[in-house]
C-alpha cells in the first residue's frame, strides 16, 4: 500500500495522503475465509468495549471503500485489533485480506454501538450470544475489566458450522485465564460454551436450541435466564439476531439502547443473507 504515500523531497520522508491512515502491526489467518490482524491506534480514539468503526482501503476509483468493523481489542489496548470474514467477491474483504505489516488501512475514528455496558441495566450475569464473525464485539468486552466489575458471571456461546472458526474465540479465551492484567478478574467468573452445528464437536447445537432445550444451562450448572438476574448481547447474521430475540423475549428479557438501558442488546455481525 506504499503508493497511499508520496515522498516530500525536501525530508526525504513519506507523506501520509491517505485520510485517517492507520499502520498495520500484525495479521493472523485462522482459516480460508476468517483473518484478525492489528493496526496502530489513533491516539485521540476513545472508544467503549463493544463498539464499532468504520474502515477500509481505497478503492480503485480513488475513493475510501469503507465497511463497519466491531473493534475486537479492548479500550485500554495501545493498538487496534480486528476479527474479519473474507468473502470471495467482497468489495472491501477481496482486498483487505491480503494485508501485510507495514500496510495501511483507513480508520475513521468515529466509534458508535449498542453492545456496550451503558445499554444493560445492573445484572448478576451477562450472556454474550455470538455466530461467526459476531465474536468480534465481545473480544473486546471480555478483555475489559469492566465486564467483571459488573457482573458475578460471564458466558460466552459461540456457534459456527465447523470447529477450526472457533479457533480466534477458543485462544482467545484461553489466554485470558494467564493475563496479567485481568488473569485474576476473569478466574472462575467466564463461562465458554463453543459448538457447532455442522461438524462433529464435543459441543453441538444452536444458541438458539441450546437456550430453549435447556442444554446449556444443564451444562453450565447455572438456572435458566430471569429477567431479575441476567442480561444479553447479542451479534450474528439478520437470522440468527431474529430468533434469538424471541428466545430471550420468551424469558422475559426487554431490549434496551443506549438512551433506555434494559435487559439484552442486540447488533447485526454484517447485513445480507450470507455469502
Ligand atoms: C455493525 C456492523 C459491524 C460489523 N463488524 C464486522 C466485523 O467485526 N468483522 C467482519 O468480518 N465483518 C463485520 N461487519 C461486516 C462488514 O461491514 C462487511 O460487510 C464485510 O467486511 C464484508 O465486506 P465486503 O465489502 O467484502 O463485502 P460486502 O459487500 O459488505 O458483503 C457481501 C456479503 O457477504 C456477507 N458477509 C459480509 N460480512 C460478513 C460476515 N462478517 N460474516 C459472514 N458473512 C458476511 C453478506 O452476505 C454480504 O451481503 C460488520 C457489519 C456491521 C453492520
Ligand atoms: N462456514 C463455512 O464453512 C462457509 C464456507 C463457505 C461459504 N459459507 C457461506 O458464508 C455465509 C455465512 O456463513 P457463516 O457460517 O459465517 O454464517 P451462518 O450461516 O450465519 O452460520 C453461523 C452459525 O450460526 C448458526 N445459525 C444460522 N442461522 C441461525 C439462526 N437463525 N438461529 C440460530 N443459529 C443460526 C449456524 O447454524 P446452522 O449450521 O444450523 O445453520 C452456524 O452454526 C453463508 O451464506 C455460507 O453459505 C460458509
Not at 32 to 46: A, E, H, I, K, M
Not at 138 to 166: G, N, W
Request: hydrophobic share 35%; with cysteine; charged share 25%.
Amino acid at each position: 500500500m506504499n503508493d497511499l504515500n508520496t515522498v516530500n523531497e525536501a525530508t526525504a520522508k513519506p507523506v501520509r495522503t491517505l485520510p485517517d491512515a492507520q499502520t498495520v502491526t500484525q495479521v493472523q489467518h485462522w482459516t480460508d475465509r476468517l483473518f484478525s490482524f492489528r493496526v496502530t491506534r489513533p491516539q485521540s480514539l476513545r472508544f467503549r468495549s463493544g463498539e464499532f468503526v468504520m474502515i477500509g482501503l481505497l478503492g480503485d476509483n480513488g475513493k475510501p471503500l469503507l465497511r463497519a468493523y466491531s473493534i475486537a481489542s479492548p479500550s485500554w489496548d495501545d493498538e487496534l485489533e480486528f476479527y474479519s470474514i473474507k468473502v470471495p467477491d467482497g468489495p472491501l474483504t477481496s482486498k483487505l485480506q491480503h494485508i501485510q505489516p507495514g500496510d495501511e488501512i483507513i480508520l475513521r475514528p468515529k466509534p458508535v454501538g449498542t453492545l456496550v455496558h451503558d445499554a444493560l441495566l445492573p445484572g448478576k450475569r451477562v450472556w454474550f450470544l455470538a455466530t461467526g464473525t459476531g465474536i468480534a464485539p465481545f473480544a473486546s468486552l471480555m478483555r475489559d475489566p469492566e465486564t467483571y466489575e459488573k457482573f458475578d458471571q460471564v458466558i460466552m456461546m459461540h456457534t459456527c458450522r465447523e470447529q477450526a472458526e472457533l479457533d480466534y474465540g477458543r485462544e482467545l479465551v484461553e489466554s485470558l485465564q494467564d493475563d496479567p492484567l485481568i488473569g485474576e478478574m476473569v478466574a472462575g467468573k467466564l463461562l465458554y460454551y463453543p459448538t457447532t452445528t455442522r461438524e462433529e464437536s464435543p459441543k453441538m447445537g444452536r444458541i438458539t436450541d441450546n437456550l430453549t432445550s435447556g442444554k446449556v444451562f444443564e451444562d453450565l450448572g447455572l438456572p435458566p435466564m430471569d429477567p431479575a438476574t441476567d442480561r444479553a448481547m447479542v451479534c450474528g447474521s439478520l437470522a440468527f439476531n431474529v430468533d434469538v430475540k424471541a428466545v430471550l423475549e420468551g424469558f422475559g428479557l426487554r431490549e434496551g439502547a443506549n438512551s433506555e438501558p434494559q435487559e439484552y442488546v442486540v447488533e447485526k455481525a454484517f447485513v445480507g443473507d450470507g455469502i
